[in-house]
């Protein structure tokens, strides 16, 4: 017994050693047996190639329509006898840590009764924006804030190119060279003197941004329409009287009548590189030497810069209060556009010329000035781009501090979403409401843990807010020149989504800054909830459009993003949909053989899908939809997730940065992000 016992062991040893040489061998088949051989590691990315935690999913090229034209229709299509109410059930298991804030900066997870649970709200959003993919909705933006139901900000975005990177240049194309070209047409243009010679100059005219006293906003032009040249006193003299300026400095300085344009200092640490008056002014000499040797062709641009460059900033220009036009018609109204555009500029890191800091008030603008503002709330010091649409009307296009300040794009990121039918009714308006027309008609309960336990309350890695300002991840991008946001054919990459990846650096190290940084207690994979979703009045269409959401095109092996730290891996969880479909007599009886009679029956979602399906193929968007759901499917399979190495494929590109100060040499060069399809394919 002992002998055929270990005969049949070592057989088996046999045939097990036999599957992992083999994966899924005859031999192992005809034992019923599946051996997943152990896979290798992934190598690395490119080094030329952008990662990031996110991509994007395409958009449609044209919106699938709801099932009725018109808002007056709606009633209608609601009240159809064949249509569908019930609710459907949801067992929710976290795969990676999960957390969803309790608000007001609190580290624990959102509580009810000190239970954590995931609110209604949460899951109607993550299936919200499913829903607009897996049904081609339209893509809308919001022009002041973010709202419910709606895609983005429709603002603009801002960007400043001083001068060319050497640096930037990736495979022999240099981006901040065109990008300092589309400023400088901008901010520079070129004139003829009296004396018939061209010189270059600035079109940022100095100014003071004015609130007035009933909120509105104007621009006083100065009396002079440019910055007077003896208007300055060098970086040494200032700092000699006002205390240290330092590296990058930007700031308004006011002493009485006169505001300093403090707007960075390259040398200001280091006090052997300053010059006094007279040094400063042989310097402007000699460099005015270079200017006109470079301009009869004598020495190359490249020369001149870097003469220009040698002794960096070494001034700072001041302005006056006696500047301000004192003719009221000839202030500029500020347009809410461009104000509110000012006020969106997330990416700021100078001055803000909206915060109270630099603004001076009334009373100290009259006392300093002697002469009475009676309409002035505040006023503050700017220089400003303005456009003449006629002979007599004037109109401010953008402002900001110092010559040089950040513009904004002439597009706004609506103008480059691409899709017909954009404002036309789509499903997710039809089923998830319309605002001002109708409420909706699925409605998300909060998830209630089954079961649950705590990470250790740790500090987290800063959560950085998206930056549509890379515009080589955010933006289609195709051959060796880069698409911006001013580009000819530029077009927004589609829907932002989190790849799945192992929350395995999600903690701070200790000589990290953790001031901005969110302390946190996460709850543990394996941690899980159950859910309900009520439907009311669904056709068979949007019902089955809707459980397409977790069918997701028959794939198995899909998980979704939910809650805060998506970046660092957080907020990975399965979702297993149980449907249930409310009787016809569900309000008719009470009760039936087996006591009270339940209003709800389960059933397959298959008949609702072939339904949806069917009405693709009817409105021709079959084809476009297999191309969007493929790309949704490869983002949320979870099966990358497993494979060692795959974090260094979608990691953010500031998590290479090895000590403080450092720049990621992907990022400066602006390496493209490739396509969910080109990334996904490296696990196969």
Same mark, same amino acid.
């Given at each position: 017994?002992?002998?055929?016992?270990?005969?049949?062991?070592?057989?088996?040893?046999?045939?097990?050693?036999?599957?992992?040489?083999?994966?899924?061998?005859?031999?192992?088949?005809?034992?019923?047996?599946?051996?997943?051989?152990?896979?290798?590691?992934?190598?690395?990315?490119?080094?030329?190639?952008?990662?990031?935690?996110?991509?994007?999913?395409?958009?449609?090229?044209?919106?699938?329509?709801?099932?009725?034209?018109?808002?007056?229709?709606?009633?209608?299509?609601?009240?159809?006898?064949?249509?569908?109410?019930?609710?459907?059930?949801?067992?929710?298991?976290?795969?990676?840590?999960?957390?969803?804030?309790?608000?007001?900066?609190?580290?624990?997870?959102?509580?009810?009764?000190?239970?954590?649970?995931?609110?209604?709200?949460?899951?109607?959003?993550?299936?919200?924006?499913?829903?607009?993919?897996?049904?081609?909705?339209?893509?809308?933006?919001?022009?002041?804030?973010?709202?419910?139901?709606?895609?983005?900000?429709?603002?603009?975005?801002?960007?400043?190119?001083?001068?060319?990177?050497?640096?930037?240049?990736?495979?022999?194309?240099?981006?901040?060279?065109?990008?300092?070209?589309?400023?400088?047409?901008?901010?520079?243009?070129?004139?003829?003197?009296?004396?018939?010679?061209?010189?270059?100059?600035?079109?940022?005219?100095?100014?003071?941004?004015?609130?007035?006293?009933?909120?509105?906003?104007?621009?006083?032009?100065?009396?002079?329409?440019?910055?007077?040249?003896?208007?300055?006193?060098?970086?040494?003299?200032?700092?000699?009287?006002?205390?240290?300026?330092?590296?990058?400095?930007?700031?308004?300085?006011?002493?009485?009548?006169?505001?300093?344009?403090?707007?960075?200092?390259?040398?200001?640490?280091?006090?052997?590189?300053?010059?006094?008056?007279?040094?400063?002014?042989?310097?402007?000499?000699?460099?005015?030497?270079?200017?006109?040797?470079?301009?009869?062709?004598?020495?190359?641009?490249?020369?001149?810069?870097?003469?220009?460059?040698?002794?960096?900033?070494?001034?700072?220009?001041?302005?006056?209060?006696?500047?301000?036009?004192?003719?009221?018609?000839?202030?500029?109204?500020?347009?809410?556009?461009?104000?509110?555009?000012?006020?969106?500029?997330?990416?700021?890191?100078?001055?803000?010329?909206?915060?109270?800091?630099?603004?001076?008030?009334?009373?100290?603008?009259?006392?300093?000035?002697?002469?009475?503002?009676?309409?002035?709330?505040?006023?503050?010091?700017?220089?400003?781009?303005?456009?003449?649409?006629?002979?007599?009307?004037?109109?401010?296009?953008?402002?900001?501090?110092?010559?040089?300040?950040?513009?904004?794009?002439?597009?706004?990121?609506?103008?480059?979403?691409?899709?017909?039918?954009?404002?036309?009714?789509?499903?997710?308006?039809?089923?998830?409401?319309?605002?001002?027309?109708?409420?909706?008609?699925?409605?998300?309960?909060?998830?209630?843990?089954?079961?649950?336990?705590?990470?250790?309350?740790?500090?987290?890695?800063?959560?950085?807010?998206?930056?549509?300002?890379?515009?080589?991840?955010?933006?289609?991008?195709? $051959?060796?020149?880069?698409?911006?946001? &001013?580009?000819? +054919?530029?077009?927004?990459?589609? #829907? %932002?989504?989190?790849?799945? *990846? =192992?929350?395995?650096?999600?903690?701070?190290?200790?000589?990290?800054?953790?001031?901005?940084?969110?302390?946190?207690?996460?709850?543990?994979?394996?941690?899980?909830?159950?859910?309900?979703?009520?439907?009311?009045?669904?056709?068979?269409?949007?019902? $089955?459009?809707?459980?397409?959401?977790? &069918?997701?095109? +028959?794939?198995?092996?899909?998980? #979704? %993003?939910?809650?805060?730290? *998506? =970046?660092?891996?957080?907020?990975?969880?399965?979702?297993?949909?149980?449907?249930?479909?409310?009787?016809?007599?569900?309000?008719?009886?009470?009760?039936?053989?087996?006591?009270?009679?339940?209003?709800?029956?389960?059933?397959?979602?298959?008949?609702?899908?072939?339904?949806?399906?069917?009405?693709?193929?009817?409105?021709?968007?079959?084809?476009?939809?297999?191309?969007?759901?493929?790309?949704?499917?490869?983002?949320?399979?979870?099966?990358?997730?497993?494979?060692?190495?795959?974090?260094?494929?979608?990691?953010?590109?500031?998590?290479?940065?090895?000590?403080?100060?450092?720049?990621?040499?992907?990022?400066?060069?602006?390496?493209?992000?490739?396509?969910?399809?080109?990334?996904?394919?490296?696990?196969?």
């Amino acid at each position: 017994m002992l002998i055929i016992v270990s005969l049949r062991l070592n057989l088996l040893g046999t045939v097990i050693d036999m599957a992992k040489m083999k994966g899924f061998d005859e031999l192992g088949a005809a034992l019923g047996m599946k051996i997943h051989k152990e896979e290798a590691a992934l190598p690395p990315p490119p080094k030329n190639q952008a990662t990031a935690p996110y991509n994007f999913v395409s958009l449609p090229n044209k919106v699938l329509p709801a099932q009725f034209e018109n808002v007056e229709d709606f009633g209608q299509h609601v009240s159809a006898a064949e249509n569908i109410s019930g609710e459907i059930s949801l067992k929710i298991e976290a795969l990676t840590p999960l957390f969803i804030g309790g608000g007001q900066g609190s580290k624990s997870f959102a509580p009810v009764d000190d239970t954590p649970i995931i609110p209604g709200s949460s899951l109607r959003g993550m299936i919200k924006n499913i829903f607009k993919i897996v049904t081609c909705g339209a893509f809308r933006g919001q022009t002041d804030s973010q709202k419910n139901g709606v895609d983005f900000n429709d603002e603009h975005i801002y960007f400043r190119c001083l001068m060319e990177n050497k640096n930037a240049e990736l495979n022999g194309y240099n981006w901040s060279e065109e990008l300092h070209k589309v400023y400088e047409h901008r901010m520079v243009r070129d004139t003829t003197d009296k004396d018939g010679k061209k010189r270059r100059v600035k079109n940022a005219h100095p100014g003071f941004l004015i609130r007035k006293t009933n909120g509105q906003y104007f621009i006083a032009p100065s009396k002079y329409t440019s910055d007077r040249p003896e208007d300055f006193v060098t970086i040494k003299a200032f700092q000699k009287k006002y205390g240290a300026v330092k590296f990058r400095d930007s700031r308004i300085h006011w002493d009485g009548k006169i505001a300093y344009i403090v707007t960075g200092n390259q040398w200001a640490n280091k006090p052997e590189r300053l010059l006094d008056a007279a040094a400063y002014k042989k310097f402007k000499e000699d460099l005015q030497a270079l200017r006109e040797k470079k301009d009869a062709g004598k020495i190359s641009e490249a020369e001149f810069n870097d003469e220009a460059r040698k002794y960096g900033k070494q001034i700072i220009r001041y302005t006056d209060l006696d500047y301000i036009e004192p003719n009221r018609e000839k202030w500029l109204a500020v347009p809410d556009e461009v104000l509110n555009s000012y006020s969106h500029d997330r990416n700021r890191k100078g001055v803000d010329l909206l915060k109270s800091k630099y603004l001076l008030t009334r009373d100290k603008l009259e006392k300093n000035t002697g002469k009475a503002f009676p309409d002035v709330a505040t006023i503050v010091p700017c220089h400003f781009l303005k456009k003449e649409i006629s002979d007599d009307t004037i109109v401010v296009t953008a402002f900001g501090h110092g010559q040089c300040f950040r513009i904004p794009y002439e597009n706004r990121i609506g103008a480059l979403v691409k899709i017909l039918g954009n404002d036309s009714i789509d499903f997710a308006d039809a089923v998830f409401g319309k605002e001002k027309f109708w409420a909706s008609r699925v409605y998300f309960e909060d998830a209630i843990p089954e079961k649950f336990s705590e990470l250790p309350t740790a500090t987290a890695h800063l959560l950085m807010q998206p930056n549509p300002t890379s515009y080589q991840l955010y933006l289609k991008q195709g $051959g060796r020149e880069l698409k911006y946001w &001013d580009a000819p +054919g530029a077009q927004i990459r589609g #829907y %932002k989504l989190y790849w799945h *990846k =192992p929350a395995d650096d999600w903690q701070i190290s200790p000589n990290e800054d953790s001031r901005l940084a969110k302390r946190m207690t996460p709850l543990d994979k394996g941690s899980k909830f159950t859910a309900k979703i009520r439907f009311k009045n669904l056709s068979a269409e949007e019902l $089955g459009a809707f459980m397409m959401v977790f &069918d997701l095109d +028959g794939q198995k092996n899909s998980a #979704y %993003k939910i809650g805060m730290g *998506k =970046p660092f891996g957080f907020g990975s969880v399965k979702i297993k949909p149980t449907l249930f479909v409310e009787s016809n007599d569900a309000y008719t009886k009470l009760f039936d053989s087996d006591g009270w009679k339940k209003p709800c029956r389960q059933e397959r979602p298959d008949v609702y899908l072939k339904a949806f399906r069917k009405y693709l193929v009817e409105c021709k968007m079959d084809e476009v939809w297999q191309k969007i759901m493929d790309e949704l499917k490869m983002i949320l399979d979870w099966s990358p997730a497993e494979r060692t190495g795959w974090s260094d494929w979608v990691k953010s590109m500031n998590g290479n940065v090895t000590k403080k100060g450092d720049v990621d040499k992907r990022f400066i060069q602006r390496a493209p992000l490739p396509k969910i399809k080109s990334i996904f394919e490296v696990v196969k």
